[in-house]
């Protein structure tokens, strides 16, 4: 298996621009998880998925932030309108079981977005 | 919110030395994960405890999660320039793995260079 795919890995856009970032997770993995990491902040929980559904988005810091799941193999997070602070490297991670208690995430490469 | 401390945030170190980096929190988990990520990677995941005062081994690499599952520490015998990377702690609050209030928290991590 070619392991969490995300696309793009470097985008740069300007602000009030639309941005989408994408990611197919794992075949066979029912969770998927969008993270965001900031040197100030760490690696934060956006939100996560489970059997394409998603289950807690309260790690979405605003409205202008939302995420889809429209198939097992397939999500995106888009950001409209994105702002200078929305700076930082996305995650995506798929499991076949919620982490901790010895289940695995796999984490993709990330989207290192600059908004200028 | 439950904090994840990690200390130190830097640390440059010569191969062959030995190093303890520390991961604290004032909330218990019910277990807590090391990863370690590299420039331009996603985090890969080194080992899970979920016992008070576990002990896990994993080649040089010595994890111990606290009495009271409060900390861990991870402690690196003769440290080589591979094991240079971002060192990250996650803990998990549920009681059980099938619980609800999934909140996977990451610490900010240690940044550990081992110089050749």
Known sequence: ?116 | TQLLEQSPQFLSIQEGENLTVYCNSSSVFSSLQWYRQEPGEGPVLLVTVVTGGEVKKLKRLTFQFGDARKDSSLHITAAQPGDTGLYLCAGDPRKNSGGSNYKLTFGKGTLLTVNP
Request: aromatic share 12%; net charge negative.
């Open chain 1, 1 to 116: 298996d070619a392991g969490v795919i995300q696309s793009p890995r470097h985008e740069v856009t300007e602000m009030g621009q639309e941005v989408t970032l994408r990611c197919k997770p794992i075949s066979g993995h029912d969770y998927l998880f969008w993270y965001r990491q900031t040197m100030m902040r760490g690696l934060e929980l956006l939100i996560y998925f489970n059997n394409n559904v998603p289950i807690d988005d309260s790690g979405m810091p605003e409205d202008r932030f939302s995420a889809k799941m429209p198939n097992a193999s397939f999500s995106t997070l888009k950001i409209q309108p994105s702002e200078p602070r929305d700076s930082a490297v996305y995650f995506c991670a798929s499991s076949l079981s919620l982490q901790g208690f010895g289940t695995e995430a796999f984490f993709g490469q990330g989207t290192r977005l600059t908004v200028v």
